[in-house]
């Protein structure tokens, strides 16, 4: 009888974004062993490619709550856009908990996002009177 901890894929309000406006990221932690598991730590990482490791560029941290076996904690964070434009995979990893059986899955698999150049207003070229 111990914990494992797992995690959903990583989902995005929005995947096409200009530089630097804020998302969410959202993230799903369960208990999938049959004891409870303790607090973790949740971090939210962001790679140049799908595979989220702890070596990829840390963005910020979430506590999980201690879980019974089976139970589940959404989790989000609220992020900002890198400013250079490109393709960024969001991901996250949670900690190990005491006696975890298995901690060969702690990192999620990426979601990507696209940041490109902000957008004029379409009613601009419309009006062009109001410029």
Do not use: M
């Amino acid at each position: 009888i111990r914990p494992h901890l797992t995690h959903t894929a990583p989902s995005v309000n929005d995947s096409s974004l200009p530089p630097r406006p804020n998302f969410t990221v959202n993230v799903s932690v369960k208990n999938q062993g049959t004891a409870p598991a303790d607090t973790a730590l949740l971090r939210y990482y962001r790679s140049s490619d799908a595979g989220i490791t702890i070596s990829d560029t840390l963005l910020t941290t979430d506590s999980v709550p201690a879980l019974a076996a089976g139970e589940s904690s959404p989790q989000n964070a609220s992020l900002t856009a890198p400013s250079p434009e490109g393709s960024y995979w969001i991901g996250a990893c949670v900690s190990t908990v005491s006696d975890e059986s298995d901690t060969k899955n702690q990192c999620s698999s990426g979601i990507r996002i696209t940041v490109g150049q902000e957008q004029d207003f379409p009613w601009l070229l419309f009006y062009p009177a109001f410029l």
